[in-house]
């Protein structure tokens, strides 16, 4: 009995159980279904949807004349350079000159004491008046010995004597103007005077100090002559036919610009080729003066020296950054009328500075993309931004309506 009372209960939890879950696994309304796969197929087209066309910026190529130049790296040279030694051995009485200071010819730099040569000077010309004073008398007795050998009176010898004796005096007042010219030159080494326009370095020396002609070593100062300048640099002598017809038709100039600058401080006319090619580098020496008004530059300085050779005509020119390397070459994405970007392979035969000078693969007029590559391949659908060359700011092409159309997307009500 107890047996069958269990069996009742569980049929009737059974029947409860199939009534409470019939209603939830019964088969959905049409109009829903149809909603529910309307919305399944969506998903996959809104997702193509949400993937946005990539957007780029592109810039015009143009044609133009461009200059071939040449950068390399030179070092500003002085075009004189002295080092201040002493001519004479003397105690050093005065310094008129500091480390660094600026000079011009003339100025005095150092005095050395003088007396011992002035006074030599002095007893020189007490010997020249000595002898001019001999010479006087040596006259007057010459012409007495001639007077009296010609009246018969004195002889000839006698005559001949006083001639010698005059001609002895003149020399001997010749070596006393040759001896005093000497010891005037003595006392001019005694005044050191700046020989040239220029910057003064170390001052070696000071009051007190022995300076001799024998003394070796860095001498008292160096003076550099800091305008103009030269700045001498090395170009391949693959370049040297093209140099040489440059300078046939104009006077090359160099611009002069240190490094971290793009702005020329200096420049001036090309004015020396070397006359051999050396053979360990393959390179020619060049130089070119600059005049350095502003004093910019500075003997010893590295800098980077431009060089016009010639010039590309025609060349088509476009903004560096749209050139892109590949593993099939160099190449730039242009930009077609259909919106759609072809890779078109270029030839960059020169940079200057933010342009590339391209020889074939572009024309002008061509818009190449210069921001949005990393996603770009050929044949992408793209949204152009051409880029305000005027202003450096990108502009939307008003070619491009799509890119102010909204993105539909699917809802399922």
Do not use: C
Request: proline share 5%; glycine share 8%; no cysteine.
């Amino acid at each position: 009995m107890k047996r069958l009372g269990l069996a009742v209960v569980f049929v009737i939890l059974a029947g409860l159980g199939y009534v409470y879950l019939l209603p939830h696994t019964s088969s959905p309304p049409a109009g829903k279904a149809i909603a529910t796969t309307t919305a399944a197929a969506g998903k996959p087209a809104g997702k193509g949807r949400s993937a946005a066309v990539p957007s780029i910026v592109a810039a015009t190529a143009k044609t133009q004349d461009v200059p071939i130049t040449k950068t390399v790296v030179g070092n500003i040279e002085p075009i004189a350079t002295v080092v201040i030694k002493p001519q004479a051995d003397g105690v050093v009485t005065v310094t008129n000159v500091q480390d660094g200071q600026m000079v011009k010819t003339g100025d005095v730099l150092f005095q050395l004491d003088d007396r011992t040569i002035r006074a030599t000077i002095d007893k020189d010309k007490a010997a020249l008046a000595k002898d001019q004073a001999n010479l006087e008398s040596a006259s007057q007795d010459l012409a007495a010995a001639q007077d009296l050998s010609n009246r018969k009176i004195g002889t000839l010898q006698q005559a001949y004597q006083a001639l010698a004796a005059v001609n002895a005096l003149k020399a001997s007042i010749g070596m006393d103007n040759a001896q005093i010219q000497a010891d005037e030159v003595q006392l001019s080494y005694m005044t050191i005077t700046a020989p040239i326009d220029g910057r003064v370095g170390v001052v070696n020396t000071s009051v007190g100090n022995l300076v001799r002609t024998a003394d070796t070593g860095a001498g008292l100062l160096t003076i550099t002559r800091m305008a103009p300048l030269r700045v001498s640099f090395t170009v391949a002598e693959s370049d040297l036919p093209t140099l040489r017809d440059a300078m046939k038709d104009r006077p090359l100039n160099v611009l002069i610009r240190v490094p971290g600058s793009k702005n020329v401080v200096a420049s001036g006319p090309l004015n020396f080729v070397d006359s051999s090619v050396d053979t360990a580098s393959g390179t020619i020496v060049l130089k070119a003066e600059v005049t350095n008004e502003n004093g910019a530059l500075w003997p010893g300085q590295y800098v980077t020296a431009t060089v016009e050779i010639g010039t590309h005509k025609g060349a088509v020119t476009v903004p560096l950054i749209a050139i892109q390397q590949g593993s099939d070459g160099t190449f730039a994405f242009v930009v077609k009328p259909d919106k759609t970007v072809a890779k078109q392979m270029v030839t960059v035969v020169e940079t200057v500075g933010d342009t590339a000078v391209t020889t074939a693969g572009l024309k002008s007029g061509d818009h190449v993309v210069v921001d949005g590559q990393l996603h770009l391949q050929d044949g992408s659908t793209v949204i152009e931004t051409l880029a305000d060359e005027s202003s450096g700011n990108p502009t939307v092409s008003v070619n491009d309506t799509s890119a102010t159309d909204p993105i539909k997307t699917d809802t399922v009500r």
